[in-house]
């Protein structure tokens, strides 16, 4: 079982940067069975991708309102995944959640962290 454990969340005006971490253990765990990704929950909205790394961060995927602006990243010897989140907009406002699944391309994740809230001011 994999336990994920985010941080780094918190306020920001129009334009800044913040950046999530998320630290993945587990009794059994080796993190390169697993692809990583992040999702965001706004209020009164569902759950939605933002970005997912492969197993080695071979290959990467981002949700189209991200893409130029947020970067994924991956380090398996500290068994961390990262979200560096610029140019962060109003409409990023979200709790954003670390996940894991074995399915790179799975829509949905299997394993959640308890999230991060990232608020953004306009």
């Known amino acids: 079982q994999v336990q994920l454990v985010e941080s780094g969340g918190g306020l920001v005006q129009t334009g800044g940067s913040l950046r999530l971490s998320c630290a993945a253990s587990?009794?059994?765990?080796?993190?390169?069975?697993?692809?990583l990704g992040w999702f965001r929950q706004a209020p009164g909205k569902e759950r939605e991708f933002v970005a997912a790394i492969s197993w080695f961060g071979s290959n990467t995927r981002y949700a189209d309102s991200v893409k130029g602006r947020f970067t994924i990243s991956r380090d398996n010897a500290k068994n961390t995944v990262g979200l560096q989140m610029n140019s962060l907009k109003p409409e990023d406002t979200a709790v954003y959640y670390c996940?894991?699944?074995?399915?790179?391309?799975?829509?949905?994740?299997?394993?959640w962290g308890q999230g991060t809230q990232v608020t953004v001011s306009s």
């Open positions: 587990g009794r059994t765990f080796s993190i390169y069975a697993y692809a």
């Open positions: 996940a894991a699944d074995r399915d790179y391309l799975a829509q949905i994740y299997s394993t």
